[in-house]
């Protein structure tokens, strides 16, 4: 089932995030219909670094084509700003579509971008990004590809002007909207009701951000249509790292940590391995 299908059902999707073949495996296993693939995520693992625009299109779309050959599963795709204008925006369009990705969330932010929870965060004109969610909207080759545009102007320009702008993105043809970081559950209640009925919304659960955390089913009564989890795996994943490698420094063996993390066999078993070398079989052939 693709995405713009799934949106037209009533019980909202949430979507937690990954960032490699691995956690979009583990979290296709156990059921989630979509996944989340954030520069953050990328920026967190592969460079070890913050999320401050440093991720570049060629990694996210490197990552995003590594998580399609491992599961089917529709992924939502950071696009951060289009990674320049208009024309990069269609570039990036192109990019990941072909990398397999099921959405692109592009957003109003300036290059470089930073994390939609931290501060001092700048804005380009309503106009220049209403210019990039069109351009993405003409390039994309498939009308299943979705486009999901973000505004954060709630901390730089308040929230009736998010609103607003987020008005402009759904004219310009954006296919789900997402108002970033709203500061409480009046601000949910309020752009739920502004466009209840009109277009899909986005909320985004960020463990210590700037919105209240929440679950699934009171955000789905709120009106949200999809629920992101996006950087929970990389906060727990480098938790239980921090812990493992402080073990090991400590005692000098896993052993006072074996039960905290997979055998060699239990992993195998977790990432297919047996059935990957029967399937192998399969082609081998007898001189």
Not at 70 to 90: E, S
Not at 169 to 183: H, K, M, N, S, Y
Not at 214 to 236: C, H, K, N, Y
Not at 237 to 250: D, G, I, M, P, V
């Amino acid at each position: 089932m693709s995405l713009k299908v799934r949106l037209q059902k009533q019980d909202i999707l949430v979507a937690p995030g990954v960032y490699d073949g691995l956690t979009a495996s583990l979290a296709t296993e156990v059921g989630f219909e979509a996944l989340y693939l954030s520069g953050a995520a990328v920026a967190y693992t592969r460079l070890g670094r913050p999320d401050i625009g440093l991720s570049t299109c060629s990694e996210m779309a490197d990552t995003m084509a590594l998580i399609a050959d491992r599961t089917d599963t529709p992924v939502i795709i950071d696009a951060d700003t289009g990674f320049g204008n208009a024309l990069n925006a269609q570039r990036t369009m192109r990019i990941y579509e072909r990398a397999g990705a099921a959405a692109l969330q592009v957003e109003d932010q300036s290059y470089p971008k930073r994390c939609g929870h931290l501060a001092d965060k700048t804005l380009i004109s309503t106009s220049e990004m209403v210019g990039k969610v069109a351009a993405m909207a003409d390039a994309r080759t498939s009308s299943e590809t979705l486009i999901i545009a973000r505004t954060d102007a709630i901390a730089v320009e308040g929230f009736s002007a998010a609103v607003d702008r987020a008005e402009a993105f759904l004219e310009a043809g954006a296919d789900v909207l997402f108002i970033e970081a709203p500061q409480d559950r009046e601000q949910m209640q309020a752009m739920s009701k502004y466009f209840a009925g009109r277009i899909p919304l986005l909320a985004n659960m960020v463990e210590g951000g700037e919105t209240p955390i929440t679950g699934a089913e009171d955000l789905q009564s709120l009106g949200f249509s999809i629920a992101i989890f996006p950087g929970g795996i990389v906060r727990a994943l480098a938790k239980t790292a921090q812990e493992y490698y402080r073990s090991l420094h400590t005692n000098g063996s896993n052993q006072p940590f074996a039960d905290h993390m997979f055998d060699f066999k239990g992993l195998n078993d977790v990432i297919g391995t047996a059935d990957m070398l029967k399937k192998g079989a399969q082609y081998d052939r007898k001189r």
